[in-house]
């Protein structure tokens, strides 16, 4: 039985239009893929919780508000997880890879040119799908 993961993920959008993905760091079989930041949750935190401190810690912002945007599951070889992604309508501070890791801000149409790990594909869809980022 494959470990199964709860995470939460952050799309994050800037005055332009444009959303921050980051590329991994970790040496495993998904290095330097492309997504979208967030984090696991721990014991007894909620999606909303973890996502603000993941945020904080990877990025260095402040989250002020954020709105459901999808769930989705999504099964790797070697572990399963439970996504529960939000956009970002507002933060304060200026995002900065806090965990060595690269960031990039994209033009939604942008993002199907990057190599994003699989799980974040459909994340990538519902972004492409918005028409509008508040």
């Known amino acids: 039985m494959l470990p199964k993961l709860k995470v939460a993920v ?3 959008s800037n005055s332009q239009g444009e959303v921050l993905v980051g590329q991994r760091t970790v040496k495993d079989r998904y290095y330097e ?3 979208f930041p967030g984090g696991k949750l721990e014991a007894n935190e909620t999606p909303e919780q973890a996502l603000v401190r993941e945020l904080e810690e990877e990025l ?3 989250v002020i508000a954020q709105r ?3 769930d989705l599951s999504h099964s790797y070889p070697d572990r399963h997880v439970e996504l529960f992604v939000y956009l970002i309508t507002e933060f304060e501070g200026e995002p900065s890879g806090r965990e060595n890791q690269a960031l990039q801000w994209l033009a939604p149409a942008e ?3 990057i190599n994003f790990l699989s799980g974040n594909k459909r994340i990538v869809e519902a972004v492409q799908s918005l028409t509008s980022f508040e």
Request: aromatic content about 6%; proline content about 7%.
């Open 10 to 12: 952050g799309v994050i």
């Open 33 to 35: 893929q492309w997504e």
């Open 111 to 113: 993002l199907s040119n």
């Open 68 to 70: 459901p945007l999808i």
């Open 60 to 62: 260095g912002v402040h």
